[in-house]
């Protein structure tokens, strides 16, 4: 992901078309990416947004939680991390103590050999913390996971509290198996939900509570199979009823048992597909903006999943930035480029999970940095080359000759190997939104992770759990269940029991990451413009959908709000 040359054709109006180095399709340099290139003294990029997307992405760590032993003292940490990469895991608060020095880890820049395998052989030896986040309690089995309490086997989370299976949730409480969701409690199999309570089964409310199978509806309560629903209740498959009838016709269904979920998510997502009304996009209060999922952002383009941001440019889940260029997982950040897992970071280029760090490029797990380049697990550090120490002057005209040699060989503006990156693209992030097949992603570049289930003596098959949560008794807990699916082992905690006993929902029979994946694919499909028409007033729209969802009324924003809202 560099600057090599590549076919480059010229307009009048400013636009580049270039073919991209991956997949050889052309793709345009607009105007405003130069700005930004430009100003970050970086070179034009080789590859296609999409293709620079999947590259990212293919950073950041989706994993199977592992246990393991810290390197430094021994201690049973749980991680994300796999057994391939090939630095050293320390324990996240041993990490950022003074029990070890990355200073010990500082080399000499040698002019003789491209600099970024330099940076390589230093990654390889600098020891890396076995999870992210901090201002936990009873988080273990979690990462990504901040200022939280009581999560288990969750990702992505901040200010959530027993929580299990989240993944990209904030503020939410007391649920089970909920997907990029804020603010929702009591809560169960729900995906891209706000502030909602006791809401199942569903896909894209707002201000909901006490209900199941809903898609597209907002403040809403005591509602079954519905969509596009505005400020109603006791309604089933979108037909109102007194309160009254609405409880004896919601009696009927017996939805303890899993045979008739599954048959009501078969007949809901066929509602989704042919009854329902979907807006050209999923944005809220974007203003002069391009992308999807945005919210209360300005100026930016090709973004998704990127909320309260301003002036951000082929960017993939993140808040509160503003002048971002090709990042994932950034937040609080500013003029910053080709950066993974950022934040609160200003002025930075190349950087790679790092925190509060400014004005560098080519960090790896580096925190409250500044003028630093090429480092790797440096904490409140300034003017370092390669984790080595140089006073202002030393360090300013070293960077100067690095970047001049890294120019020259074609070098700077790349980003890091995809051979160094932590995980194989089957348990990255890329394999969540631009799923590849191992042979794919070997031509890619990436690494790709091969697994052992462990073997268990006393396990049983998904597929043999009880159909209904009251046919479950409590030695359920002390049994490994086969996952179907994926071939892995997972097992049900006495909370989790406790859970669905409560709500009334029978045990889950796959994997609960298989469970998350299967949330999380439609968004895979709504991540590229289409050229569509409006289902209503016929006009032409660019929409979200691609035609793997099957959504026959696509809509226009104004038919939409005429219709729905």
Aim: proline fraction near 4%.
């Amino acid at each position: 992901m560099g600057n090599q040359e590549t076919k480059t054709t010229s307009t009048s109006s400013g636009f580049s078309t270039r073919q991209c180095q991956n997949c050889k399709k052309d793709f345009i340099i607009e105007p405003d990416d130069f700005a930004f290139y430009e100003k970050m003294d970086l070179p034009m990029p080789i590859m296609c947004p999409e293709c620079r997307m999947k590259y990212l992405l293919a950073f950041w760590v989706f994993g199977r939680f592992r246990i393991a032993k810290s390197a430094l003292s021994g201690k049973t940490i749980i991680t994300v991390i796999p057994e391939s990469a090939p630095f050293p895991i320390y324990e996240r608060s041993e990490f950022v103590s003074d029990a070890w020095d990355p200073l010990t880890y500082g080399k000499d820049y040698n002019a003789s050999r491209p600099f970024i395998e330099q940076l390589v052989e230093l990654q390889s030896k600098v020891p890396h913390p076995h999870q992210c986040g901090v201002k936990n309690l009873n988080c273990d089995w979690t990462d990504d996971v901040w200022e939280s309490k009581d999560a288990y086997l969750t990702r992505s989370a901040a200010n959530v509290e027993s929580i299990i299976y989240g993944y990209r949730i904030v503020n939410c409480k007391n649920s089970v198996d909920i997907t990029y969701s804020f603010d929702v409690e009591r809560s169960y199999d729900c995906v891209y939900c706000f502030k909602s309570y006791n809401l199942k089964y569903s896909f894209n409310c707002r201000d909901c509570m006490d209900s199941l199978f809903l898609y597209d509806c907002r403040n809403c309560h005591d509602c079954f199979m519905c969509w596009n629903l505005r400020n109603q209740k006791y309604c089933i498959l979108n037909q109102q009823y007194s309160k009254e009838e609405y409880e004896k016709k919601f009696k009927e269904y017996n939805l303890k048992s899993r045979a008739v979920i599954e048959e009501l998510k078969k007949e809901f997502w066929q509602h989704i597909r042919q009854d329902a009304v979907h807006r050209e996009n999923y944005n809220l209060l974007a203003v002069n903006s391009r992308g999807n999922f945005l919210a209360n952002s300005k100026n930016c383009y090709h973004c998704y999943f990127w909320e309260e941001s301003e002036n951000c440019r082929h960017c993939f889940r993140g808040f509160q930035s503003k002048e971002i260029i090709d990042s994932v997982g950034g937040f609080h950040r500013e003029k910053c480029i080709l950066g993974v897992q950022d934040g609160y970071g200003y002025n930075t280029s190349c950087s790679l999970y790092t925190t509060n760090c400014r004005y560098s490029s080519y960090l790896d797990n580096c925190e409250e940095c500044e003028y630093c380049f090429g480092c790797v697990g440096l904490r409140k550090k300034k003017y370092c080359v390669l984790n080595k120490q140089y006073s202002k002057e030393e360090y300013e005209s070293l960077v100067e000759k690095i970047k001049s040699d890294m120019k020259e060989r074609g070098e700077w503006g790349k980003f890091f190997p995809l051979s160094v990156a932590y995980c194989g693209y089957n348990i990255s992030l890329a394999q969540l939104m631009y799923p590849m097949a191992k042979e794919e992603a070997l031509k890619f570049g990436a690494k790709w992770e091969e697994t052992i289930e462990p073997h268990y003596e006393n396990i049983i098959s998904g597929d043999d759990l009880p159909d209904a949560i009251d046919q479950v008794s409590d030695d359920i807990t002390r049994q490994r269940i086969l996952c179907p699916e994926t071939k892995l082992s997972y097992n049900i905690t006495k909370d989790e029991l406790s859970f669905y006993r409560e709500h009334g929902i029978p045990l889950p029979n796959r994997h609960f990451d298989w469970r998350t994946l299967e949330r999380f694919k439609p968004f895979s499909y709504m991540i590229k413009p289409q050229k569509g028409i409006c289902y209503n007033c016929k006009k032409e729209v660019e929409h979200y959908y691609a035609p793997e969802l099957g959504f026959e009324k696509i809509a226009c924003l104004e038919c939409y709000q005429r219709e729905v809202a």
